[in-house]
DNA sequence: TCCTCCCGCCAAGCA
DNA sequence: TGCTTGGCGGGAGGA
């Protein structure tokens, strides 16, 4: 009957009661025990007993057949069912029952018996943990606890302790039970889900899973052009995480985690790695992570060892397991995400959305004029508490980052504020490193400083008011989409903080919009940030790389910077790019950062990110004083000349640089390249830095009132008006009031080659200088040019940007103006994915750009989330509420 | 043939 | 030392 030969099966053993005092084994023994009762009745009559494994099972109750599940899913889902049913079990005689069975197996042929019993499926995990679940209430009453006990589990359920460990082992991860004792455990139940998944995300984003998956997805598509590339990503997956090994368990307060032995197996606890997954769905958007993705990550995070084929196996069973789990919670839904290579399995977030941690959120709300870089850092390690605290071990990587993230942050700081003309880390280190204008910075107003400054904390008091009240802050059609809406400003991390939302004033309509860049765009923008171009942007090299079989995936990944530079190298974007050309201070100081960290040291880039990141967020917070400098700045007309001069001057300097970027980089670019730079993670679909400014995306503030100057004034403290004041933004966006009627959509070539997609008004050219330059990548036909205008004009056509004559209309017309090679890009569905990505904003392809009708910028919920959309003319859409939404890609995904 | 994932061996670690 | 936990991977069932 069953194979013999060696060790036998699992499941034949699970099957085999004809072989009996052959397989004792430990675990099975005691749960023999646990059941005595069943095991000595039985084994008089049967062989002498034996295979405990078996005894156990095939007794209890009704056997497992379809109707038996049935009947046990109903009972889950009626109380009341379920206690008659229990009820009605005891009052049967069990030994009857096993009597029968046993009586009935052994005058069965093996076929047949194994025929009766329950089929795979019957006793997947999936079903063993809905009928776990129905025993405890979703909400028990504090009053009450629910204790579990595994022996009880395992008795009523039937099955094998080890099974009830690994369901134990995920509600464990997102504190849903919570251990007690050997054996005992409490169920908490979803209360402490939605704390959880915000602590998960929050480290998830710390983490920077996003660009994790962007690397594996990249070099997933580099595999397809080069197959022997494969190997180099083991290794580059192994060595670029050889400091990954640390993982931790994100624990809540109050809800102690007392795993047995959890020490010695902590790095690869299923619970870790079931927190791990969770994390990934929360920091992706659209919320669909593929197994494939989730394992290299999980391995990524382990030890050197993993790099066998094996050990990947290895992780995709788990990873079945706890999506198992995960779907009978309802969080995860099975899907099939469609490549070249095929069907690829895949999990959508069906969960609860997650909104920023309002706990968390409060608290830094309340202590941002006292100590924010303390709260922001106590936050943080409350979201990310280590286990074991009592242990004080520095396994868990929380602890030990957050705690380099103070220092970090602190040094950060501290050279910042030294820096009398470093208004905003990522405005000033993109000033400082342009060679048209090394000193420029210098000259740049304080004003335009505060104004910066202003502006990234008003997106930190826009995070703060949201999780405060996140429906009033932004309303949205769907509940659902509020994350999307308020992410950028709420839930957004941190990292994307650093990017700040653009605020567009909207004085008409009394509602301001903010262009929110997604994580990949931030990056982009961001690489102004010394701190962001250590950042492992896979996009960009790819370009590059393709050809670089022999290369060591992580080193070319890791050298971006270096090597890249003279490819293509894109990614990295301005910052990365120029520094070295540059040689400006700060450059040289980014340059020198970033050339210290281990190329093959992916965490310790993280780490740098996460450190620019904090400090591009603790720099406004820790900026007592109220953007009361900007805000009534950009009021005030007499500044505003001023300001288009400077910022004309920032613009000339960008403009400068992006020319030379685009002469380096996007001409030479061959269609194998452009080729690769389509590759975009199958669920992230994150365009290629270097090719393409995402499109941005414009959040109507509508919780912020336009008032007077008068009003702001009063308000900024409380950072709500700040938000309307900062109009001018970063020179990488562009901010410009405008009533949502009338945005339009066009081409910027922000910074280098990435274009950006932007919504202007008619009369931006006047109010926005800078998004006036931007303009001039559009050929529209000027009327009358408003003085600011002229000299841009002026400027423009004198650093080649325009040719001569060529005005740059006060009004501008709404247009998509291809740019050179990049336009290829778009159109073209991921790599090696098939959820087709749409392309970032694209540019060239006016057609191809509104193909892609999942905008993965969407809210986090994915699919499902998806507000109404309008599409318009340009390929953009709008939302209901006016929130511009622009294509980005197309996501076929099967569900199953 | 590949995808899923059940099953239980066996070692770490706790009581 | 016995028992609990849980990592791990073989291999079977299903698609």
Redesign the pocket.
């Known amino acids: 009957m069953?194979?013999a030969?060696?060790?036998?099966?699992?499941?034949?053993?699970?099957?085999?009661h004809s072989e009996p005092c052959k397989?004792?084994?430990?675990?099975?023994?005691?749960?023999a025990?646990?059941s005595q009762l069943v095991l000595t009745e039985r084994q008089p009559d049967c062989q002498p007993l034996t295979?405990p494994?078996?005894p156990k099972?095939t007794p209890l109750a009704d056997p497992w057949t379809p109707t038996s599940n049935l009947k046990m899913l109903i009972s889950a889902a009626s109380p009341e069912i379920r206690s008659r049913e229990q009820r009605r079990q005891l009052s049967d005689s069990s030994s009857e029952v096993l009597q029968t069975k046993h009586c009935l197996q052994e005058h069965l042929l093996g076929d047949e018996y194994?025929k009766s019993?329950?089929?795979?499926?019957e006793?997947?995990?999936?079903?063993?943990c809905h009928k776990f679940l129905a025993r405890y209430p979703d909400y028990p009453s504090p009053s009450q606890k629910s204790y579990i006990c595994?022996?009880e589990v395992t008795e009523e359920l039937h099955?094998?302790?080890?099974?009830i460990?690994?369901i134990?082992?995920v509600l464990?991860s997102l504190h849903m039970v919570s251990?007690l004792?050997?054996?005992?455990?409490v169920w908490h139940g979803s209360h402490n889900l939605p704390q959880t998944l915000q602590a998960l995300k929050k480290v998830g984003e710390e983490n920077k899973y996003i660009q994790q998956i962007q690397m594996i997805k990249k070099r997933e598509y580099e595999h397809e052009f080069d197959p022997d590339a494969e190997r180099n990503e083991e290794m580059a997956s192994s060595s670029g995480s050889s400091e990954q090994s640390e993982m931790s368990f994100v624990e809540l307060p109050g809800v102690e985690f007392?795993?047995?032995?959890?020490?010695?197996?902590?790095?690869?606890?299923?619970?870790?790695?079931s927190q791990k997954f969770v994390m990934l769905f929360l920091v992706s958007t659209p919320q669909i992570v593929s197994?494939e993705v989730a394992a290299k990550i999980l391995i990524g995070e382990?030890q050197l060892?993993d790099l066998d084929k094996?050990?990947f196996?290895?992780?995709?069973?788990?990873l079945?397991?706890i999506?198992?789990v995960l779907s009978s919670l309802k969080l995860i839904k099975?899907v099939?995400v469609t490549e070249e290579r095929?069907?690829?399995?895949a999990f959508k977030w069906t969960g609860p959305e997650v909104l920023p941690n309002t706990q968390d959120t409060k608290l830094e709300a309340t202590s941002t004029t006292s100590s924010p870089i303390s709260e922001s850092v106590t936050s943080k390690e409350q979201c990310s508490k280590a286990l074991f605290p009592s242990k004080g071990k520095q396994n868990f990587t929380r602890h030990s980052s957050l705690i380099k993230l103070v220092k970090s942050i602190e040094n950060d700081r501290r050279k910042i504020q030294s820096a009398p003309t470093t208004p905003v880390k990522i405005s000033a280190s993109t000033y400082q490193s342009l060679p048209v204008f090394p000193n420029t910075i210098s000259q740049f107003p304080a004003i335009t400083k505060h104004q910066l400054e202003g502006q990234a904390k008003t997106a930190e008091e826009m995070q703060m008011k949201c999780a405060l009240s996140p429906a009033e802050a932004v309303p949205t059609p769907e509940p659902s989409q509020q994350p999307a809406l308020s992410q950028p400003l709420g839930v957004c991390p941190a990292s994307h903080s650093s990017v700040s939302p653009v605020i567009l004033p909207q004085p008409q309509s009394g509602v301001s919009y903010a262009i929110y860049l997604h994580p990949s765009q931030a990056h982009t923008v961001t690489t102004y940030s010394p701190g962001f171009m250590l950042q492992p942007l896979p996009c960009a090299n790819v370009t590059g790389i393709k050809s670089n079989n022999s290369k060591v995936l992580n080193k070319i990944t890791t050298e971006e910077g270096d090597t890249q530079r003279g490819l293509d190298e894109p990614p990295k974007s301005l910052a990365a790019e120029e520094r070295p050309e540059t040689k400006s201070e700060t450059s040289q100081r980014c340059l020198k950062r970033s050339q210290a960290l281990p190329e093959t040291n992916l965490i310790k880039r993280r780490k740098s990110d996460e450190e620019s990141l904090d400090t591009s967020l603790g720099e406004p917070t820790k900026n007592e004083k109220p953007p009361s400098n900007s805000s009534q700045t950009n009021h005030e007309m007499d500044n505003v000349q001023e300001e288009i001069q400077n910022e004309t001057k920032t613009v000339d300097q960008n403009m400068a640089s992006c020319c030379d970027q685009c002469t380096k980089e996007t001409i030479p670019e061959d269609e194998d390249k452009i080729k690769t730079k389509q590759d975009i993670p199958v669920a992230f679909a994150i365009p290629a830095p270097e090719t393409f400014f995402p499109s941005g995306y414009l959040i109507p503030l509508t919780h912020c009132t336009h008032g007077n100057k008068a009003e702001c004034s009063t308000k900024e403290k409380a950072g709500v008006c700040s938000l309307q004041h900062t109009a001018y933004s970063s020179p990488i966006t562009g901010v410009i009031p405008m009533p949502a009627s009338e945005l339009k959509t066009v081409n910027i070539p922000a910074f280098h080659i990435t274009p950006l997609n932007i919504m202007l008004s008619p009369n931006s050219i006047a109010a926005a200088p800078v998004l006036s330059n931007s303009c001039l990548n559009s050929s529209s036909t000027s009327s009358a040019p408003n003085p600011s205008s002229s000299a841009l004009n002026f400027m423009l056509q004198h650093i080649g940007l325009i040719p001569a004559g060529v005005q740059i209309p006060a009004n501008p017309v709404l247009q998509h103006v291809p740019i050179s090679s990049q336009s290829e890009n778009i159109s073209h569905s991921s790599g090696s994915t098939n959820v087709q990505e749409g392309k970032p904003s694209a540019p060239k392809e006016p057609q191809e750009p509104q193909a892609a009708t999942e905008n993965f910028f969407r809210t986090p919920g994915g699919p499902n989330t998806e507000p109404a959309l309008s599409a318009n003319s340009d390929g953009t859409q709008r939302t209901s509420q006016g929130t511009l939404c622009i294509p980005q890609r197309k996501l076929e995904v099967s569900e199953?």
């Open positions: 069953r194979p030969g060696g060790e036998m099966g699992a499941g034949d053993k699970e099957n085999e397989n004792v084994l430990k675990t099975p023994l005691k749960q025990a646990t295979t494994p078996k099972e194994e019993q329950p089929s795979r499926k006793k997947s995990l999936g079903l063993l595994l022996d099955v094998e302790r080890r099974r460990y690994d134990v082992n464990e251990r004792a050997r054996n005992r455990y007392r795993a047995a032995s959890v020490n010695g197996r902590k790095y690869k606890s299923l619970r870790v790695m197994l382990d060892e094996s050990k196996k290895t992780k995709i069973r788990r079945y397991d999506a198992n099975k099939h095929g069907r690829k399995p199953d």
